[in-house]
């Protein structure tokens, strides 16, 4: 019972602290808590908008196409997406109009040099994994989201772009720590441009 007044105590205190935490625009609740090694576990805000470009963090649904396997296979817990997922947090390394590249080694978006996100052949538990192997030009309402922080990191390598129309929810940490994480994760974006 005190662990559980102590858990509800410490979230209001980081929803009333939650606008001198982060960093100077405007959030809109709900917050998020990510406890997945994809992105900084922690906190993070959220705002809409309209368009996504390289480096955002975003809040979205696999394809339906890969629903399924991500629950049955416990890589996403059940939630409010489409396919009955939970959204993913990831990083945004293909913006709409992007020319991106899957090959085993990683990633390449354009003719940059190749992102370290190799494409597994076994997942955790041994099974065989199928990469999205080959070339993607994304549409207008498409993006390709990665992980850099979790070698095992369910994402874009093996399903695809996901839809990223518009309003698009853009994940804004919280915590110090967790944005300079998250500036790292984009400085390995940008030298890839």
């Known amino acids: 019972m005190r662990r559980v007044v102590c858990g509800v105590a410490t979230v209001v205190a980081l929803l009333g602290m939650a606008r001198y935490l982060a960093p100077r625009q405007s959030l809109k609740l709900p917050l998020h808590y990510n406890a997945t090694p994809s ?6 805000g959220s705002v809409m908008r309209d368009t996504v470009r390289r480096g955002d963090l975003v809040r979205a649904c696999v394809p339906m196409h890969a629903a399924h396997e991500a629950l ?5 817990s059940p939630g409010p997406c489409p396919g009955g997922t939970t959204p993913l947090g990831k990083m945004v ?3 709409p109009s992007d020319t991106v590249h899957v090959g085993q080694n990683g990633i390449r978006v354009g003719e940059g040099p190749v992102l370290d996100a190799p494409v597994l052949k076994r997942d955790a538990l041994g099974r065989s994994v199928q990469g999205a192997l080959g070339t993607w030009v994304l549409g207008a309402a498409e993006c390709f989201v990665v992980s850099t922080l979790s070698p095992r990191s369910y994402d874009s390598r093996y399903f695809g772009p996901v839809a990223c ?7 804004v940490p919280l915590s110090k720590v967790a944005r300079t994480k998250v500036r790292a994760m984009r400085q390995l974006l940008s030298a890839d441009e």
């Open 93 to 95: 390394a293909g913006a």
């Open 72 to 76: 049955a296979r416990g890589y996403l």
């Open 39 to 44: 992105i900084p576990r922690g906190f993070y």
């Open 165 to 171: 129309a518009p309003p698009v929810v853009i994940l």
